[in-house]
């Protein structure tokens, strides 16, 4: 059984989204809402805003909280 390397750190910037690093050394910003999987790299202008709005949209109003 392969051992299993170390998991990346996780931040929590918002309500709506996590920063992480994969292995390759490049910033993501991921959806809080698990098991999701929606990311956008750091560098797209203001990852935070697109993570929010894929949120509000996504998850939000499917589950009609809005």
Known sequence: MAAKSRPPEVEQVSPFCDRTTDSGGKDWYLCRYRPCG???????????????????ITHIAINHHI
């Open 38 to 56: 929606f990311g956008v790299a750091a560098e797209t202008i203001d990852p935070v805003a697109a993570v929010k709005v894929h949120y509000r």
